[in-house]
């Protein structure tokens, strides 16, 4: 079956604008999860889903960082006012229950 | 933050031999979950093992966890170049409704055809 799918796979922007990054998990699965990762580190959570219902974002770096699943699948992370320092890969998994997540390819983002 | 810390960082051994790499991790956890990553792509789940679990095996692989040291390792038996890859360990928290994993930094494994 289908794993999770993210896009885009690239996107570069300039400073200020704004960005939507899609994930559309894997069917069936509960929760969805978002991370993002830099260089050479391990991925970092930014903010968690089950269902439609936003459990947890402690992870969000800060108000221009925001979260959404409304119908409980497909989610959107979008990034106001891009800054240099949000160029990271941002990845999403989704995960039937608690244990294993599975993780899509990752949008890497490039912020000039 | 990074919770989990892989030892080494780096890694380089001949194809045939046995790669074996350490994680210690800092708050009780759910499970412990190892994840691979090649260059440039994305992280493919590897095993999961439960606390109350002390080892477990899938094909090549091994892994054991130790929750009185905060520790695991990986083991990976007659390896393969196409097992170069970064490697992480992975912990679920215990307690409550938090899921999210805390990721270490990785070790970086090289097997030299």
């Known amino acids: 079956g289908a794993g999770v799918s993210q896009s885009p796979r690239y996107k570069v922007t300039k400073r200020g604008q704004d960005v939507a990054l899609r994930c559309d998990p894997i069917?069936?699965?509960?929760?969805l999860y978002w991370y993002r990762q830099a260089l050479g580190q391990g991925p970092e959570f930014l903010t968690y889903?089950?269902?439609?219902?936003?459990?947890?974002k402690s992870g969000l770096p800060n108000d221009r960082f925001s979260a959404e699943r409304p119908e409980g699948s497909i989610s959107t992370l979008t990034i106001q006012r891009t800054e240099q320092r949000d160029s990271a890969m941002y990845r999403c998994?989704?995960?039937?229950?608690?244990?294993?997540?599975?993780f899509g390819p990752g949008t890497r983002l490039t912020v000039l | 933050s990074q919770q989990g810390e892989e030892d080494p960082q780096a890694l380089s051994i001949q194809e045939g031999e046995n790669a074996t790499m350490n994680c210690s991790y800092k708050?009780?956890?759910?499970?412990l979950q190892w994840y691979r990553q090649n260059s440039g792509r994305g992280l493919v789940h590897l095993i999961l093992?439960?606390?109350?679990?002390r080892e477990k095996h899938s094909g090549r692989l091994r892994v054991t966890l130790d929750t009185s040291k905060k520790s695991s390792s990986l083991l990976i038996t007659a390896s393969r170049a196409a097992d170069t890859a970064s490697y992480f360990c992975?912990?679920?928290?215990?307690?409550?409704?938090?899921?999210?994993?805390?990721f270490g930094s990785g070790t970086q494994l090289t097997v030299l055809p």
């Open positions: 998994a989704s995960s039937f229950g608690r244990d294993t997540q599975y």
């Open positions: 069917s069936g699965h509960v929760s």
């Open positions: 889903f089950n269902y439609e219902a936003q459990q947890d």
């Open positions: 708050t009780s956890i759910n499970n």
């Open positions: 093992i439960r606390s109350n679990e």
């Open positions: 992975a912990t679920a928290p215990l307690s409550g409704s938090a899921r999210q994993l805390t």
